[in-house]
């Protein structure tokens, strides 16, 4: 792959298409890191779909790093905790911890 191409309309994802292919898949969330390297390091974070879409592809790309890229699984985990860590010193417990907003029990 050398190209990937992502159409928006009204700031809403449309479709991905890979390497100049005439007909995308339909998409309705992306979510792109980047590392660039340079001193001081820097990134870019762009991130098109609902809290809920995108939590969804996050779980989904642990998931799939667990059979795939073990060391790669732990290190999101780690990840995981220190936001967790983090968000529970900055803002305290959500109301009726364990259940956040939009998690069902």
Same mark, same amino acid.
């Given at each position: 792959?050398?190209?990937?191409?992502?159409?928006?309309?009204?700031? *809403?994802?449309?479709?991905? *298409?890979?390497?100049? /292919?005439?007909?995308?898949?339909?998409?309705?969330?992306?979510?792109?890191?980047?590392?660039?390297?340079?001193?001081?390091?820097?990134?870019? *974070?762009?991130?098109?779909?609902?809290?809920?879409?995108?939590?969804?592809?996050?779980?989904?790309?642990?998931?799939?790093?667990?059979?795939?890229?073990?060391?790669?699984?732990?290190?999101?985990?780690?990840?995981?905790?220190?936001?967790? /860590? /983090?968000?529970?010193?900055?803002?305290?417990?959500?109301?009726? /911890?364990?259940?956040?907003?939009?998690?069902?029990?």
């Amino acid at each position: 792959m050398k190209e990937i191409t992502i159409h928006l309309s009204n700031y *809403h994802v449309e479709d991905i *298409h890979f390497d100049g /292919e005439k007909e995308g898949t339909a998409i309705n969330a992306f979510l792109l890191l980047t590392s660039v390297p340079v001193n001081p390091p820097c990134s870019h *974070h762009l991130v098109y779909g609902s809290s809920d879409t995108v939590g969804r592809l996050l779980l989904s790309f642990w998931r799939n790093s667990c059979r795939e890229n073990p060391e790669g699984a732990w290190m999101i985990e780690e990840v995981a905790k220190a936001i967790i /860590e /983090e968000a529970e010193r900055l803002r305290g417990q959500w109301p009726g /911890e364990g259940t956040g907003p939009g998690v069902s029990q």
